[in-house]
């Protein structure tokens, strides 16, 4: 359709087309021309606002899911897909090192480990698992900590508490991923179930839910 009208006239020649025509006394043909051609660019004009709201539309939606770490992140240790292999002090990328010693100065336990596209430390300061994903060159990715629900702040366990009142908080994983806001996974247990909660920016989404085996 747009293609039709970039072939057009201009709308300036096509009024005074019809004013000729009015001279000639042959308006109508003309002004029915004339009005196929405003239903037309009409019809033009809608699509793309229509187009417009879409994409706007996709591109908000695309950007909510982005403040999300996927679903890999939420695993402390190794999977079958990013094998763990443990390194040394003097095998780790000398940026990694600086931000780590400068970050965590207090870190107790600390063990090193290489993956296919990252460099991993694991570590424990305070009653809190650490695990800190760097990339090859050095560059932080994110920290998630894991902790029970005594060290999750009162506020978030009171929401949760007031939604599940018969469940339990077993677990809390946060993860802290920038420029992303920080997400925390709940587990919650309760005699007959398993849910995982996903928080962010005080949104509470039910990520998981399994039944327990009998």
């Known amino acids: 359709m747009a293609k039709n009208i970039g072939k057009s006239f201009p709308l300036s020649y096509l009024f005074r087309q019809i004013m000729v025509a009015r001279h000639r006394q042959d308006c109508k043909v003309h002004f029915f ?6 239903k037309i660019v009409f019809i033009g004009i809608g699509i793309l606002i229509t187009l417009a709201i879409t994409v706007t539309t996709a591109g908000q939606s695309a950007y909510i899911k982005l403040e999300y770490p996927t679903a890999s992140h939420f ?19 000398s940026r ?28 424990t300061v305070k009653g809190i698992d650490y695990r800190v994903d760097y990339s090859k060159k050095g560059h932080w ?12 702040s009162a506020d978030l366990t009171q929401t949760v508490k007031t ?3 018969d469940f339990h908080i ?6 802290e991923q ?4 920080i997400v925390y996974i709940i587990h919650l247990e309760s005699k007959t179930k398993l849910i995982k909660l996903q928080v962010c920016n005080g949104v509470v989404d ?4 399994f039944e327990k085996s009998k």
């Open 170 to 175: 077993s677990l809390v994983q946060e993860i």
């Open 96 to 123: 990694a090192m600086r931000h780590f010693l400068t970050k965590f100065a207090e870190a107790s336990n600390e063990k090193w480990y290489f993956t296919r596209n990252m460099i991993i430390v694991t570590f």
């Open 206 to 209: 039910e990520w998981q839910k």
């Open 163 to 165: 939604s599940y009142p």
């Open 33 to 38: 021309k004339f009005s196929r051609m405003k």
């Open 178 to 181: 920038r420029p992303y806001p």
């Open 141 to 152: 990715i994110e920290t998630i900590r894991t902790y029970n629900e005594t060290k999750l």
């Open 75 to 93: 695993q402390m240790g190794p999977t079958k897909e990013n094998v763990f292999i443990p390194t040394y002090h003097s095998e780790v990328n």
